[in-house]
């Protein structure tokens, strides 16, 4: 379980693949404090420390993964958000997300708006998810507040410190980012699919 609230920007120092696998090497202040197994969140996807060694970690990313989210898009000198497991007993600042990827999306506009960022996501409707206008959502691991929802696009504003502090500052049109839905907003859709069943 995670909050969106990014520790940490690492950056990729290696990536092996592996039959239908990829394993990716991780640069991050946090490294040593890790523990193999434990749960990271990297661009919003869950992936497990297999390896650590210095300020350095390793993750895998099965076939289901790299099919659902950008990570097959990552290349060795990219930045990469990262968030490590929430505690219970600390404050959700930000709201509850499971590090599972919905589906991707991509950037159609990136735009300064005096003193603040704002970018423009379009989506396959097809998944049925949805937005709301105010509503969370989860863009590369980074929890947001929905503007301008529509049917497959929404927008979002970003405020210069997690502008400076997440990959956003090197997103650009055409990037393909991870998306995951508000878990309630999920639950709702389901069991209005199933009523109407």
Not at 43 to 66: M, P, Q, R, S, W
Not at 119 to 144: A, Q, R
Request: charged content about 25%; aromatic content about 8%.
């Amino acid at each position: 379980m995670f909050t969106g609230i990014i520790e940490e920007v690492g950056k990729i120092s290696k990536i092996e693949v592996s039959k239908g696998n990829i394993d990716y090497t991780i640069q991050a202040n946090f490294a040593k404090e890790l523990k193999i197994d434990q749960s990271v969140a990297h661009n919003g996807v869950c992936l497990t420390v297999v390896d650590i060694e210095d300020n350095k970690y390793k993750v895998t990313a099965i076939e289901e993964t790299l099919n659902k989210s950008n990570l097959n898009h990552l290349e060795v000198g990219h930045y990469i958000n990262l968030e490590r497991g929430m505690k219970m007993n600390a404050h959700l600042d930000g709201h509850i997300v499971q590090g599972h990827v919905d589906q991707t999306a991509v950037c159609q506009r990136a735009e300064t708006k005096n003193g603040s960022w704002e970018y423009t996501f379009s989506y396959d409707p097809k998944l049925m998810n949805v937005t709301i206008e105010k509503g969370s959502i989860t863009i590369n691991g980074v929890s947001l507040t929905v503007v301008n929802s529509k049917l497959n696009e929404f927008s979002v504003a970003i405020i210069p410190f997690t502008y400076e502090h997440t990959n956003f500052k090197n997103l650009k049109k055409g990037d393909v980012v991870n998306l995951e839905f508000d878990v309630i907003g999920k639950y709702v859709k389901r069991l209005m699919e199933l009523q109407n069943n």
